[in-house]
Structure formats: structure tokens, C-alpha cells
């Protein structure tokens, strides 16, 4: 870890407006002898950390979105419910894509990812095991239940989009 977890924890009773390891502990849903554990031990437990991240936002990850080898499954998966969503949404479009689109999509398509990213690290937070995850993700795409997502990805059956994604090409 590169900062240390002492400041680490002082930093993040700064973001939640709390002073004691008492008023931390509440807050995130641990014992205040859980918290002097993590100074002792000088580590913070990874679901802890995800908890974390899930209330204050990726700057107070310590470390990658997933250690070492997982990061690339993490990142996949990602991607991969990205793909899933988008191709939810656009399901009914006759085949095969025509370029505004295409284009229409790959301008939604980062954004997509991070507010998946973000459904993760929030459900991730409440400490749901990962297959269990997966499917709870998947199934807030297929019933449209996410509003960013809905949000994003609704625009790209606007007849209106599509013709100033083709006027931006020309």
C-alpha cells in the first residue's frame, strides 16, 4: 500500500465528517476495535476498502480496482456487461448497424462502462459475494433499472440522436 494506513484512515474520517474510530466505525459498519486492528496490522481488508470506495469514490481505493491478476478479470467483466447493455438497448435495431450508429454507441460506450464500474463498487460495498454480484448487475440491465444507465443508453434510440450523430460526420 502506498500511503500509510494510519493517514489513510485520518483521511477518510476527514471525508465522512467523523473524529473518532467510534464515529468511523458507524459509519461504515465496523467495530472500532476493527479500525485499531487495521492500524496495528497496517492493512486495510479489501472488502473494507471496497465499503470505502463505494461511499467516498475511487480516489480512496490504496490500491488498483483489483489486485495483481484480477484486475484484468475485473476490467473484463466491465466491459463485457458494457457490451451486454448496450447490445440490451439495441436489441430491436435492424442489422447491420449503420455508421451513426455506430458512432452514436461509441460515444456512450465509456460512459456506460464507469456507471457499470460504479454498480459494482456499490454493491461490491455491501459485501454481496461475486457471482451473486454478476447476476444482480445483469439484471438491473435487463429490466433497465439502473437510471444513469437507462439515461445514457435511451438516447440512442432518439431519432433526433441519430441525425446529429450523421450531421457530425459529414
Do not use: C
Request: aromatic share 10%; proline share 3%; charged share 30%.
Amino acid at each position: 500500500m502506498a500511503e500509510d494506513v494510519r493517514v489513510y484512515i485520518e483521511r477518510v474520517k476527514a471525508a465522512l465528517s467523523v473524529t473518532t474510530d467510534e464515529q468511523l466505525a458507524a459509519k461504515l459498519g465496523y467495530s472500532k476495535q476493527a479500525i485499531a486492528s487495521w492500524r496495528s496490522r497496517r492493512a486495510v481488508p479489501y472488502k473494507a476498502e471496497l465499503r470505502i470506495v463505494g461511499i467516498l469514490g475511487d480516489e480512496f481505493g490504496l490500491r488498483e480496482p483489483i489486485l495483481g491478476t484480477r484486475k484484468l478479470k475485473w476490467e473484463d467483466t466491465i466491459h463485457g456487461l458494457a457490451i451486454f447493455a448496450i447490445g440490451e438497448y439495441t436489441s430491436h435495431w435492424q442489422r447491420p448497424f449503420s455508421y451513426p450508429q455506430i458512432r452514436a454507441i461509441g460515444r456512450r460506450f465509456d460512459e456506460v462502462e464507469d456507471e457499470i464500474r460504479r454498480l459494482f463498487l456499490a454493491y461490491s460495498a455491501a459485501a454481496y459475494p461475486q457471482n451473486e454480484l454478476l447476476e444482480l448487475v445483469v439484471r438491473i440491465i435487463e429490466k433497465r433499472r439502473d437510471q444513469q444507465i437507462d439515461e445514457l443508453l435511451s438516447v440512442l434510440e432518439s431519432e433526433d440522436f441519430l441525425e446529429i450523430e450523421a450531421g457530425l460526420g459529414s
